[in-house]
């Protein structure tokens, strides 16, 4: 059975630091690439960042690309998403998302999505 999880989502103070993972079971993640994205409450689900099966990067939203940075461990069948200078307005559920070896900047062409990890950023 397909699973891809996501987790090390929590609450963060202003201008700290989160480290998600996502991790797949019953496919290999090395023939996928992994996106990372993000749904805030009152506003469509965004991407973040994509890691292709070369390990190739797909920047997504402007505002994250200097603050986030993705990568992958096949070994471990998991990629992820660290991020710095975390910010109030980064609150949301944030999800992994996998589409067939290269990266897509179409949402609805990801065909594998995780559960989702909700990250709050609040004094």
């Known amino acids: 059975q397909l699973q891809f999880v996501e987790s090390g989502g929590g609450l963060v103070q202003p201008g700290g630091s989160l480290r998600l993972s996502c991790a797949a079971t019953g496919f290999p993640l090395d023939t996928y690439a992994i996106g990372w994205f993000r749904q805030v409450p009152g506003n469509n689900r965004e991407g973040l960042l994509c890691?292709?099966?070369?390990?190739?990067?797909?920047n997504g939203k402007s505002s994250v690309k200097d603050r986030f940075s993705i990568s992958r461990d096949n070994a471990k069948n998991t990629v992820y998403l660290q991020m710095n200078s975390l910010k109030p307005e980064d609150t949301g559920v944030y999800f992994c998302?996998?589409?067939?070896?290269?990266?897509?900047?179409?949402?609805?062409?990801?065909?594998?999505w995780g559960q989702g990890t909700q990250v709050t950023v609040s004094s």
């Open positions: 998302a996998a589409v067939r070896q290269y990266c897509s900047g179409y949402v609805m062409e990801y065909n594998y």
């Open positions: 890691i292709s099966t070369n390990g190739g990067v797909l």
